[in-house]
């Protein structure tokens, strides 16, 4: 299982730093992303980071405002992100996947955590 924390709700041009921790395993071999779903939408990709954190991957949405990054054990995972704004408002997953590196594909990911909140509102 993975747990996501860190949500809740800024005012636009604010920030917020997601993590993403593992319970019952560790996540030092598994390349990680963030998705995200607002209400009515699909689920879509937000960013990507392979197994070794050489490879970072992001949609073009969030370029130069989200950084992906992973702990000194590469236990956690964070998503730095900055300059929010409305249209950043969405539930928030991180998710799992081995041997894809930084894929903006969901179905390459075989672990998906339960979501954080993140409202972006003034």
């Known amino acids: 299982q993975l747990q996501a924390s860190g949500g809740g709700l800024v005012q636009p041009g604010g920030s917020l730093r997601l993590s993403c921790a593992p319970s019952g395993r560790t996540l030092g071999t598994y390349d990680m992303g963030w998705f995200r779903q607002a209400p009515g939408k699909e689920r879509e990709f937000v960013a990507a980071?392979?197994?070794?954190?050489?490879?970072?991957h992001y949609a073009d949405s969030v370029q130069g405002r989200f950084t992906i990054s992973r702990g000194n054990a590469k236990n956690t995972v964070t998503l730095q992100m900055n300059s929010l704004k409305p249209e950043d408002t969405a539930v928030y997953y991180c998710?799992?996947?081995?041997?894809?590196?930084?894929?903006?594909?969901?179905?390459?990911?075989?672990?998906w955590g339960q979501g954080t909140q993140v409202t972006v509102s003034s």
């Open positions: 998710a799992a996947g081995l041997g894809r590196g930084a894929s903006s594909s969901g179905s390459d990911y075989l672990h």
């Open positions: 980071i392979s197994w070794s954190g050489g490879t970072t």
